[in-house]
T-cell receptor, first 117, second 110 residues
Framework: AQSVTQLGSHVSVSEGALVLLRCNYS??????LFWYVQYPNQGLQLLLK??????LVKGINGFEAEFKKSETSFHLTKPSAHMSDAAEYFC???????????????FGKGTLLTVNP | DTAVSQTPKYLVTQMGNDKSIKCEQN?????MYWYKQDSKKFLKIMFS???????INETVPNRFSPKSPDKAHLNLHINSLELGDSAVYFC?????????FGPGTRLTVT
């Protein structure tokens, strides 16, 4: 069974500071990895994904993540935080459901990012 | 154009009632899902359908019954609602690896 651990349920940074949100995964097969963002009272928006191509993945809104197989990590970073980045961030791992031709996402518990002026 | 849409956005009802949530996707995807987000924001898959066929049922109570009239629609009907059913329910669809989510339906059972 796959699992995702997000270290830190709450991360607080100052505007302009580096954002680092940590994600570690457990998977018996090469994983597909995702970061989603959820703004208050909204749905989940895909930030970026790793699908076994380049290990450094660039996403929307200036975010990027690096897949490190040796560390089983997929940490999300952004060089300079904006107030608009304040949201809940979810890391997820996907496995292929061979019985039914679809992918099932297993999520971490989320990290709430607050950005201080 | 909204890719994955759900109605209603908010649903407030009393214990014991039956309610439905509707979902439609215009992405042409073959696979649709229902996910539940609890009060602690934890997200978990409930059901998965591929081309109208049920693929995944993650030990969800029988009171929850998904129905897919065609591959663009996946509705969720809930019988005899309980307080613990209060949550945000997300519909989603995927083709290949990536899953796209709807805006969610916040269900409050009183």
């Amino acid at each position: 069974a796959q699992s995702v651990t997000q270290l830190g349920s709450h991360v607080s940074v100052s505007e302009g500071a580096l954002v680092l949100l940590r994600c570690n995964y457990s998977s018996s097969v090469p994983p597909y990895l995702f970061w989603y963002v959820q703004y208050p009272n909204q749905g989940l928006q895909l930030l970026l994904k790793y699908t076994s191509a380049a290990t450094l993945v660039k996403g929307i809104n200036g975010f990027e993540a690096e897949f490190k197989k040796s560390e089983t990590s997929f940490h999300l970073t952004k060089p300079s935080a904006h107030m608009s980045d304040a949201a809940e961030y979810f890391c997820a791992v996907s496995d292929w459901n061979s019985g039914g031709s679809n992918y099932k996402l297993t999520f971490g518990k989320g990290t709430l990012l607050t950005v201080n002026p | 154009d909204t890719a994955v849409s759900q109605t209603p956005k908010y649903l407030v009802t009393q214990m014991g009632n039956d309610k439905s949530i509707k979902c439609e996707q215009n992405l042409g995807h073959d696979t649709m899902y229902w996910y539940k987000q609890d009060s602690k924001k934890f997200l978990k898959i409930m059901f998965s359908y591929n081309n109208k066929e049920l693929i995944i049922n993650e030990t969800v109570p029988n009171r929850f019954s998904p129905k897919s009239p065609d591959k663009a629609h996946l509705n969720l009907h809930i019988n005899s609602l309980e307080l613990g059913d209060s949550a945000v329910y997300f519909c989603a669809s995927s083709q290949e690896v990536t899953t796209y989510f709807g805006p969610g339906t916040r269900l409050t059972v009183t």
